[in-house]
């Protein structure tokens, strides 16, 4: 592994006031020691971590990492007194683990919620630059000196200022180098690298990155892991495993409409239906199985079945709902989702539904592993339904992220 990640996370967290040190406090369910170390297990890039950890907590530390990190990826060393401290020991167990590490990264459990995109880009940025890398983000506020009291003797140019985050990526080898040079007292690691006469760059941070210290932090990030939980984005933006103890869930509704062709034959609900006019389309016209795709797509945030499906592409040109149904599962599956349920409703002169009504939902719950509810009707002679010129289903999906629940701590390599 040639990138090894320091996680601090042994300070007492005096400012927070909780009754657990601070990496050990609860952020919706998991502490924010979890939450830091399952941003970085989704890393793509396979690295090697070091969690400094309170010395009366060594053993929960243990547990957490050997739950979100695979066997041999992470291991737990005992904190100092000062930040600088922790860095330390980090850096001295990362250089003993043997690996041949060029790059490291140094985070504070405290940003529970970093995003695992941070820690790539500051450790892309590191070896394109070999400068000091820090995530950091404009500065919002005015910003003003004083004379240590009252009294007002500047107001710094805001845009020259920048707020400064974690982690914070070197080259290993200058990094260890100016770590053993430095004196005491930095709180930060890029001053130490920058005090031994190193370039310093920064790139892009996140609010999400926030450093909890104070009840009001622990209360914003909550607000930020609920808001990742609920608009959770397919591209796997918000789909973070350290945003939230329960799963997201996410309702989508889908309608589809066919015209009866008597030449053809009838499928719906993905059974044949026999002495029953068929239904127009390019596919089989199953209009049940269709509705019940654009429900599940709607419901991912993934489009819908026009777009996803296309007419020219030639596996689903005469397909049956099935196929349909299969291919809408891998999209969600893909994208972290799982089906929570689907009810349909079909409002159809034709065929008489009632009586396959429980092996229709029997057969859709089966393809779909969730329950499957389809209710009919007719629509009492009015409109095209009634004229009995065609068919139409509107179905609604529940679905939630996989990616949310607790299960997503577990080893993912
Ligand atoms: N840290 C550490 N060892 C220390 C002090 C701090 O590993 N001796 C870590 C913290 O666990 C935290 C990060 O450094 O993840 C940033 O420190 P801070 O936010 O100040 O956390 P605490 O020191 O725990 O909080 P406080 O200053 O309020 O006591
Ligand atoms: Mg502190």
Not at 251 to 261: M, S
Not at 320 to 325: A, D, H, K, P, S
């Amino acid at each position: 592994m040639r990138l090894g990640i320091v996680v601090v996370a042994a300070g007492s967290g005096t400012r927070l006031g909780a009754s657990e040190p601070k990496a050990f406090v609860s952020l919706r369910g998991v502490t924010l020691l979890e939450h830091a170390l399952t941003a970085i297990a989704r890393l793509d890039e396979e690295a090697r971590v070091v969690v400094v950890a309170p010395s009366i907590r060594l053993d929960a530390a243990r547990d957490i990492v050997d739950r979100v990190l695979a066997p041999g990826y992470g291991s737990v060393v005992r904190g100092g007194t000062e930040r600088q401290d922790s860095v330390a020991a980090g850096i001295a167990a990362l250089a003993e683990s043997g690996e041949p590490i060029d790059t490291v990264l140094i985070h504070d459990a405290a940003r529970a919620l970093t995003p695992t995109a941070v820690f790539a880009r500051v450790a892309a940025t590191v070896r394109d630059t070999s400068a000091g890398v820090i995530p950091a983000l404009p500065m919002v506020d005015t910003v003003a000196t004083t004379d240590g009291g009252d009294a007002i003797t500047g107001v710094a140019d805001r845009s020259r200022l920048a707020v400064l985050q974690t982690p914070q990526g070197f080259p290993f080898a200058a990094y260890r180098e100016a770590i053993a040079a430095a004196e005491a007292g930095h709180t930060d690691d890029t001053s130490v690298f920058a005090a031994a006469g190193h370039p310093v760059v920064t790139v892009a941070g996140d609010e999400a990155a926030l450093k909890i210290t104070t009840p009001w932090d622990l209360r914003r990030a909550e607000l930020i892991a609920d808001e990742r939980a609920l608009v959770s984005a397919p591209d796997g933006g918000g789909r973070d495993a350290s945003a939230t103890a329960g799963p997201a869930l996410r309702t989508g509704v889908g309608v589809d409409v066919h015209a009866y062709d008597e030449t053809a034959e009838c499928w719906l609900g993905g059974l044949f239906w026999p002495n029953e006019p068929g239904l127009a389309g390019h596919s089989d016209g199953d209009t049940v199985s269709h509705a019940i795709c654009d429900a599940l797509l709607s419901a991912a945030g993934l489009g819908d079945i026009g777009s996803r499906f296309g007419v020219d592409d030639p596996r689903f040109a005469d397909a049956r709902g099935e196929v349909f149904l299969t291919a809408t599962l891998e999209l969600l599956a893909d994208a972290g989702y799982r089906v929570e349920n689907v009810a349909v409703q079909l409002v159809a002169a034709r065929p008489r539904f009632a009586p396959r009504r429980v092996e229709v939902e029997q057969h859709l719950s089966a393809i779909l592993g969730a329950p499957v509810s389809v209710a009919a009707t007719t629509s009492d002679g009015l409109g095209f339904t009634g004229r009995a010129e065609g068919v139409t289903a509107i179905a609604t999906a529940l679905v939630s992220c996989a990616a949310a629940d607790s299960s997503a701590a577990e080893p993912r390599r």
